[in-house]
T-cell receptor
Framework: NAGVTQTPKFRILKIGQSMTLQCTQDMNHNYMYWYRQDPGMGLKLIYYSVGAGITDKGEVPNGYNVSRSTTEDFPLRLELAAPSQTSVYFC??????????????FGSGTRLTVV | AQKITQTQPGMFVQEKEAVTLDCTYDTSDQSYGLFWYKQPSSGEMIFLIYQGSYDEQNATEGRYSLNFQKARKSANLVISASQLGDSAMYFCAMSYTGGFKTIFGAGTRLFVKA
């Protein structure tokens, strides 16, 4: 059982470039999330999705876009990368009950550097 | 607004001793969930323990227990019999009704000494 798979694990972008962070889960979770973790900080929510075709903004959505065409996939798109987007990005998923006692399942993270 | 506060940036504990990591939260919701996650140096996020706001008993999972004091809005993590492998970053988090969101504290780095 793979859980939540994120690719790539590392990436260096130049300012102004674009890229897509991939996230796939095989647990049939309805809810999926993208977080970013800046050095020495907690996680901040970028976007979330409650099911295929439904997405919404989190705390820090500027500079990002998402789509959810299937239950399994939740890619995060960075347009016009900026140094402020240098961070570690985590994708996570969970069951539909928001306060589900088993928490989130996280991917292993993508470390992105914008230079 | 919802808020999670972890006031201990770093903590040291001797191997085999117990340690308490502090977490306070702020919410006006009556229904919410409190979580603790562990992040080892390898970077992954590992779910440890959960406490629901209506749960009367403190949650326990093996060596982890959550000291839930609702009136004080605190949800401290207690790790008993610390092991070297417990050295990691620990995050307190809260999910709340009305949003499908979980907010995280800034974390506490725990160092276990041999």
């Amino acid at each position: 059982n793979a859980g939540v798979t994120q690719t790539p694990k590392f990436r260096i972008l130049k300012i102004g470039q674009s890229m897509t962070l991939q996230c796939t889960q095989d647990m049939n979770h309805n809810y999926m999330y993208w977080y970013r973790q800046d050095p020495g900080m907690g996680l901040k929510l970028i976007y979330y999705s409650v099911g295929a075709g439904i997405t919404d903004k989190g705390e820090v959505p500027n500079g990002y876009n998402v789509s959810r065409s299937t239950t399994e996939d939740f890619p995060l798109r960075l347009e016009l990368a900026a140094p402020s987007q240098t961070s570690v990005y985590f994708c996570a998923s969970s069951y539909a009950v928001e306060n589900r006692a088993d928490g989130y399942t996280f991917g292993s993270g993508t470390r992105l550097t914008v230079v | 607004a919802q808020k999670i506060t972890q006031t201990q940036p770093g903590m040291f504990v001797q191997e085999k001793e117990a340690v308490t990591l502090d977490c306070t939260y702020d919410t006006s919701d009556q229904s919410y969930g409190l979580f603790w996650y562990k992040q080892p140096s390898s970077g992954e996020m590992i779910f440890l323990i959960y406490q629901g706001s209506y749960d009367e008993q403190n949650a326990t999972e093996g060596r982890y227990s959550l000291n839930f004091q609702k009136a004080r809005k605190s949800a401290n993590l207690v790790i008993s019999a610390s092991q070297l492998g417990d050295s990691a970053m620990y995050f307190c988090a809260m999910s709340y009704t009305g949003g499908f969101k979980t907010i995280f504290g800034a974390g506490t780095r725990l160092f276990v000494k041999a």
